[in-house]
């Protein structure tokens, strides 16, 4: 079956036509700035070149039919009518307590998805519009929704209940839910198979490193613990985002500063991180450049940035009373050696040892841990678009 991956954000729309036998991404693409005057679709073919077309997409259902004609276009598409495409696949980022699974889409599911709005009110939205407009464009075909959140509906009410009245999480569901649940969720069933274990009897720590980032503790296979939160915001110091700090800085800023809360938010979101404690870039290919040149703000950044990722695996040994994989994963996770490097310096206590030639590979299954190591600590590549597309295939 060909399954078409759709990932909608609020001005983008990123797409992959998945063979589910082959495994093969037949084509992907993105489709940027929609909404926004001139936008563009990149669409690359399968061992073809990338077609780079700039248009005015006006809303995402213009975006999902230029998708459509790109994919069934006589000189770059793959397919020769929309036919052949089998199901689609759904990003969802939120699915609140409601969706602790992937689900076939009905009428009653996206009212499910859109009573979760509030939880992630830039997401949500955008991912509806996407299964709406897919809806209209490919009639018949049944798609699915696969949820960011739905993973870490494992964790226990230890985890996931906050220091505050337990009204709020009566009444708005207040509580952590934790993101990225595809990835941490694929990442460590990969890993368990790659390490030899069996994953029903495993503690796996998996450190999704990418321009947003998390880590989650993965007991017998199920996420317990996971660093985001309520809101993608929470954890680790991020490309742009703050991750955890005291929320009375929000109060003595809004203050000092003379900011309302949108304002506050949005420094927290846009401009902190290590984009905003550096005042370099939130890439970690230019924070290593600038740390080479010696730019003493660029290397500060980058070991708040590791040592939260240290303390953080740290926690999760304690919560899980042991670990047997540490597996790292996405842009930063799978690329940068000097972070898994650095990180690994702190986990003497472990027994883990990585041996530094090994730790030179990039985006590859590669177990980096030497054979006396006791923790083993490996590179394993996420790949949420096929795990959206087997998730799929096995509900249909
Ligand atoms: P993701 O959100 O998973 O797509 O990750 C994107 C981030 O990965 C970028 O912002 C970079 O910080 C990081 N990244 C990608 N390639 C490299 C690389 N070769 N070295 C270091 N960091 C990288």
């Known amino acids: 079956m060909k399954v078409l991956v759709i990932n909608c954000g609020s001005s983008s729309l990123k797409y992959q036509l998945i063979d589910s036998v082959s495994e093969i991404a037949l084509a992907v693409g993105i489709c940027e700035r929609i ?19 700039e248009t005015p997409m006006e809303n995402h259902e213009v975006a999902i039919k230029m998708v459509l004609d790109a994919l069934t276009d006589k000189n770059h598409g793959v397919i020769k009518s929309l036919e052949e495409i089998g199901a689609v696949g759904h990003r969802v980022v939120h699915g609140g307590e409601k969706f602790a699974t992937s689900t076939i889409i009905t009428d009653e599911v996206i009212q499910a998805i859109e009573d979760c709005n509030d939880l992630a009110p830039l997401h949500n939205p955008a991912n509806l519009i996407g299964i709406r407009a897919c809806a209209n464009l490919i009639k018949g075909v049944p798609m699915v929704a696969v949820f960011d959140t739905a993973f870490h509906q494992t964790m226990p009410a230890k985890a996931y209940l906050y220091g505050i009245p337990h009204e709020y999480y009566d009444k708005y569901k207040i509580r952590k839910y934790g993101f990225h649940g595809t990835s941490h969720s694929f990442v460590s069933k990969r890993a368990a198979e790659f390490a030899g274990i069996d994953i029903n009897n495993s503690k796996i720590i998996v450190c999704h490193l990418g321009n947003g ?40 800023i809004a203050k000092k500063e003379n900011k309302n809360i949108d304002q506050i938010m949005n420094l927290l ?17 230019d924070i290593n450049d600038a740390m080479d040149n010696g730019n003493e703000m660029a290397r500060t950044a980058f070991d708040v940035f590791v040592y939260r990722v240290a303390k953080c695996i740290g926690g999760y040994v ?13 842009g930063v996770g799978e690329n940068d050696h000097k972070v898994r490097e650095d990180v690994c ?52």
């Open 213 to 252: 980032a998390s880590i989650t503790a993965v007991l017998n296979g199920k996420s317990i613990d996971t660093s985001m939160g309520f809101t993608p915001l929470a954890g680790l110091v991020m490309g742009t985002r703050s991750g955890n700090i005291d929320p009375s800085i929000i109060e003595f």
């Open 269 to 285: 979101n846009k401009e902190s991180g290590v984009q905003g404690m550096s005042d370099v870039s939130s890439d970690f290919r």
């Open 35 to 53: 909404g926004q005057g001139i936008s563009c679709l990149k669409h690359t073919p399968n061992g073809g070149e990338k077609v780079v077309i």
């Open 345 to 396: 310096q702190y986990l003497g206590y472990l027994g883990v040892t990585i041996d530094l030639e090994k730790n030179m590979t990039r985006s590859k299954e590669i177990m980096l841990t030497t054979p006396e190591s006791t923790t083993k600590v490996c590179i394993m590549p996420t790949n949420e678009e096929l795990a959206i597309a087997r998730e799929t295939v096995g509900l249909l």
């Open 318 to 330: 304690a919560a899980m009373n042991g670990v047997d994989v540490i597996a790292f994963t996405a």
